[in-house]
């Protein structure tokens, strides 16, 4: 069967038509909203998550369209021949705000601002979250397991495991963002510039029987790349032989060992073994790369174990986040364009963490002190406000518990919302995809220097202020107020 090519056009819901019809039929179809991005519960027990998928979003919206074939296909779910020839004039005519790719957020944050008419915006809701969810989830994956390492080198190696080939290689760009060193995924690789690397499989040593004679044919081709060979040695018996032929194979050729490499058995407990002989064989410069079923958990009680462990290979538990498989990133409208002002929307639920923060596009900006260089909290606030005064004291609240107040002095205010798109119009530079990762990357990099530790361990992190502004407070509870009237 030959491969079908799939549109990205049609990669909607198809309650999106449904609701574009109806909203048509009405002449309302052009009504301009504000929708914004946003998850509610950071994932993995944490308290924050790493932006990814952002440009993404932003070369998907400037692109929208829908081909010959797509209205076909829509033609023949029974919509009149009226309205699929008005989708074919379907394009992004709105605002895109959003965060830097790579961005550290927060619960009820908007991670992107979209303003635009109605019809444009209900149309992309399920591709802008099918592509910022999965890559950022494992980005913040990816991120905990760079912490656990605390500086060992990472290789991402979750290929195989991914949900598919597009999945791979964004994946795989989610996790170098993360701070991951190098991939085992050449397509990743050539998109986005991320360090390529790998060392060999089981079946080498098991294809002639004789593990020492394999490893002597795999050490003869990393010589002739100019490169030192790191040795898989747990096919059958790791310190019985497969670390002594390494050994001798080592010897032989008058080469060094450039690593072991340890795939299963107890880590600890091997890795020492391992860094014993091999400081006794003279080869105390060969490192130790560990694999198999790797996450921050298993490495962080590794680290605790002093296991000698210098490289770690992760594949499917970070790649698949194994441990949460969704986000639940949501999309949702807060403002309504009446008379040329915005009229605030919100969304109420018996669930105090599923009510929305009401209001046209909001302003998301970031206290960072001026004396230790560390972010002190994030403030929401309505579009017309002010930017707090950095040469004033600025006070902030709790928005749920109000009595906890916090006043901030000797700071400097960032501004974490870029425009991305103008009224349909891309205001950034399109700039190769290698560099744009590679921008994230260091991005990512500076923010893990100005957020306390505190925030970023694994267990038990501690809580970073988001709060609202007061007018921005206000006009929530006068809403929820007038909802519980009726």
Known sequence: ?????????????????????????????????????????????????????????????????????????????????????????LRFTGTMRAVAEGTFVFPGEPIITLVGPIEELTYVEARILNIVNPQTLV????????????????????LRRAQGGDASIYHSRAAYIAGVDSTSNLEAGRLFGIPARGTHAHALVMLGGDEKEAFRLWAQSQVKLGRRPTFLIDTYDTLRSGLPNAIA????????????????????????????????????????????????????????QKAPIDMWGVG????VAADQPSLGGVYKLTAVEENGAWS??????????????????????????????????????????????????????????????????????????LTYIQDGRQLLPDQPPDKVTAAAREWVAVQRKRFYE??????????YKVDLSEPLWRLKMQMLESTARH
Not at 23 to 35: D, I, P, S, T
């Open 139 to 158: 980005a913040t994956k990816a991120f905990r397991v760079v912490e656990a390492a605390e500086g060992d080198p990472v290789i991402e190696m979750g």
């Open 1 to 89: 069967m030959r491969s079908p090519t799939p549109s990205e056009g049609l990669l909607a819901d198809e309650y999106a038509l449904e609701m574009m019809r109806a909203y048509w039929l009405a002449g309302q179809h052009r009504r301009r909203v504000v929708k914004e991005v946003f998850f509610r519960k950071a994932p993995f027990g944490g308290r924050l998550a790493l932006a990814v998928g952002i440009n993404q979003v932003a070369r998907y919206l400037a692109e929208l369209k829908l081909s010959d074939e797509d209205l076909e296909y829509i033609a023949g779910l029974g919509f009149e021949p009226e309205f699929v020839e008005h989708l074919r004039g």
């Open 454 to 463: 505190e925030i970023q361990r694994l267990t038990n992190p501690a809580a």
């Open 249 to 304: 194979v080592a010897r032989e050729m008058g080469i060094r060992i450039g690593a072991v490499r340890l795939d299963s058995g107890d880590l600890a407990y091997l890795s020492k073994e391992c860094r014993r002989i091999l400081d006794e064989a003279g080869f105390r410069d060969a490192k130790i790369v560990a694999s198999g079923d790797l996450d921050e958990y298993v490495i962080r009680d590794l680290k605790l």
């Open 316 to 319: 499917t538990n970070m790649v």
């Open 344 to 417: 605030p929307r919100i969304k109420v639920s018996e669930n105090p963490e599923k009510v929305t923060h009401p209001g046209g596009p909001k302003q998301l900006i970031r206290f960072r002190s001026k004396e230790t260089g560390y972010y002190l909290a994030d403030l929401l606030m309505l579009p017309d406000e002010p930017l707090p005064d950095p040469a004033q004291p600025f006070l902030i609240f709790d928005p749920v518990h109000t009595w906890k107040k916090t006043l901030l002095r000797n700071f400097t205010v960032e501004d974490l919302l």
